[in-house]
């Protein structure tokens, strides 16, 4: 017996006539296609699932659930004696904290040890500047050097600075991130760091440059010491809302707060010591904001702008 040959939709509507309606053509592939007609299910796992299909599945094949539709295929077995499937459902991934990474824990937890032996080096120093800070110096007053070691200690919470500002643009391009990068968290990382230590080597070689040309040698020693006590000291009250936002519950937002708050101490305290050192005099308004706007304003808009032209050339864009 030859096998018949059904007609397609189309040849069922060009069979009726030209003045038949769309209601007519309807009615006709209706009539014609009768629903759930020819229709073999395999009885192979459906791994897709059409929703709205009911199929009862042979027993042992396929696991249903109790509304009759197929589940999703989850175990390499087969379900048997289940009234019900596991269905498979795609968990959202664990966010990434910097806390939990045991590498950027690490180098946290040994800059801050670091830190406090580099303080504990140059106590003498600390406590020296800090009681004389909002003083003049006497020019007659005959300086005492610091030590090697004060020195050393002095150099270590530099670093410590670059570190914690370092780690707190850090979370804050992870928190805000909308794209993958060319390299792994830690390179970031890294590219962050030296380029904070590089802002302040910049930083340090131009004053050096600047105060040479314009200042004599005692007022640049002052100046030395104490922006060199301002950023050992920066990196000290840092740590804090740093330390509690990767370590603790502190929001990402009070962090940036407290970590703001502490630049802008930093450059008012700068701005102080500029005044008293150098600017000490009538009529040198404009001298002191040229001088601290160039020195100290400009090049942390630079180092921010890199940091943000990293982010963008280090981006995957999809």
């Known amino acids: 017996m030859a096998p018949l040959l059904r007609k397609s939709t189309y040849q069922v509507i060009h069979e009726l006539p030209d003045s038949a309606t769309e209601w007519q053509k309807d009615s006709a592939v209706q009539a014609y296609f009768q629903p759930g007609q020819d229709i073999q299910f395999s009885d192979r796992p459906d791994t897709l699932g059409l929703p ?53 824990a690490s180098v946290i937890m040994v800059g801050c040890l670091v830190a406090i032996l580099a303080l504990a080096r140059s106590l003498r120093f600390v406590m020296k500047m800090g009681k004389n800070f909002f003083f003049a110096e006497n020019e007659r007053t ?19 600075t670059s570190l914690m500002l370092a780690m707190a643009y850090y979370v804050w391009s992870v928190a805000s991130g909308d794209g993958v990068t060319f390299l792994p968290r830690h390179g970031l990382l890294l590219i962050y760091l030296a380029s904070v230590i590089g802002y302040f080597l910049f930083k ?24 060199l006590f301002i950023t050992a000291m920066e990196g000290v009250l840092l740590a804090p809302f740093v330390l509690l936002h990767v370590f ?65 050339y280090l981006k995957i864009n999809f």
């Open 204 to 227: 340090a070689g131009i004053y050096q440059w600047i105060n040479w040309v314009f200042f004599d040698g005692k007022k640049n020693e002052q100046w030395n010491k104490s922006i």
């Open 142 to 160: 005959t300086a005492v050097p610091d030590t090697a070691s004060e020195l050393r200690g002095q150099g270590w919470l530099v670093l410590f």
């Open 52 to 104: 709205g299909q009911r199929y009862n599945a042979p027993a042992g094949t396929l696991c249903t659930d109790s509304l009759g539709y197929p589940s999703v295929y989850v175990d390499s077995f087969v379900c048997k004696g289940q009234s019900r499937a596991h269905v498979a459902m795609a968990a959202d991934p664990v966010p990434y904290r910097p806390g939990a990474d045991n590498l950027v």
């Open 248 to 312: 603790g519950g502190l929001s990402l937002q009070f962090a940036l707060i407290g970590v703001a708050s502490v630049i802008f101490l930093a450059k008012i305290l700068t701005f102080y010591k500029c005044y008293l050192i150098f600017f000490q005099r009538l009529g040198a308004i404009m001298q002191i904001f040229l001088y601290f706007c160039a020195l100290e304003m400009i090049p942390l808009v630079v180092l921010v702008g890199l940091l943000e032209i990293f982010n963008e």
